[in-house]
């Protein structure tokens, strides 16, 4: 079955430091895969996509995710995290059949210290 | 284009009750779904809607129910409200070609408490 996994449910890190949040997912094709993020009490922005070709693709405000197929991972990272990046941060892979559904993973929370 | 809208914002409801979330989109789009996301549990598909008329189950369906009368709404039904749907709703849509690997925008969502 297809499934996402994101090992870290909370993570903090100091303004200005890097960051990485891991996703694992399962699936038997090449998969989509994307990246939102959730601000407080708000929906769902897409940071970034990938589809195929460029391994690692990038997305907006800073971000970027390299699709590992060895190692069925999609990691986001930012090489300076800002104040202002304190969300949730969701990944997902796109459903097989052309059906329009994502499956998510639970999320990890991000804290930035000031 | 307004995008996804979704109504009411904040909904309180006593056991039993029933009610309608509202979603609408005005960017064309096929396909439309609905999520809930509770603390830990990440986004999961209530229901999901390949085009007007047609409707199918997601991974948590059971207390809810959705038409797709027109193109552009896609309203879900509480049929008799329990605490465990207490949670905040999605509502998101994606354009036709491509339908998995398009992007699904989402709406501001609802949250929804019933005591």
């Known amino acids: 079955a297809q499934s996402v996994t994101q090992p870290d449910i909370h993570i903090t890190v100091s303004e200005g430091a890097s960051l990485e949040l891991r996703c694992n997912y399962s699936?038997?094709?090449?998969?989509?895969l994307f990246w939102y993020v959730q601000s407080p009490g708000q929906g769902l922005q897409l940071l970034l996509k990938?589809?195929?070709?460029?391994?690692l693709v990038q997305g907006i405000k800073g971000f970027e995710a390299e699709f590992k197929r060895s190692q069925s991972s999609f990691n986001l990272r930012k090489p300076s995290v800002h104040w202002s990046d304190a969300a949730e941060y969701f990944c997902?892979?796109?459903?097989?059949?052309?059906?329009?559904?994502?499956?998510f993973g639970q999320g990890t929370t991000l804290q930035v210290k000031p | 284009n307004a995008g996804v809208t979704q109504t009411p914002k904040f909904q309180v409801l006593k056991t039993g009750q029933s009610m309608t979330l509202q979603c609408a989109q005005d960017?064309?789009?096929?396909?439309m779904s609905w999520y809930r996301q509770d603390p830990g549990m990440g986004l999961r598909l209530i229901h999901y809607?390949?085009?007007?008329?047609?409707?199918d189950q997601g991974e948590v369906p059971n207390g809810y129910n959705v038409s797709r009368s027109t193109t552009e709404d896609f309203p879900l039904r509480l049929l008799s409200a329990a605490p465990s749907q207490t949670s905040v709703y999605f509502c998101a849509s994606n354009p036709t070609a491509g339908g998995s690997y398009n992007e699904q925008f989402f709406g501001p969502g609802t949250r929804l408490t019933v005591l």
């Open positions: 699936y038997g094709a090449t998969p989509y």
């Open positions: 997902a892979v796109g459903a097989r059949g052309n059906t329009g559904k994502l499956i």
């Open positions: 990938y589809f195929s070709g460029d391994t």
């Open positions: 809607s390949v085009g007007a008329g047609i409707t």
């Open positions: 960017m064309n789009h096929e396909y």
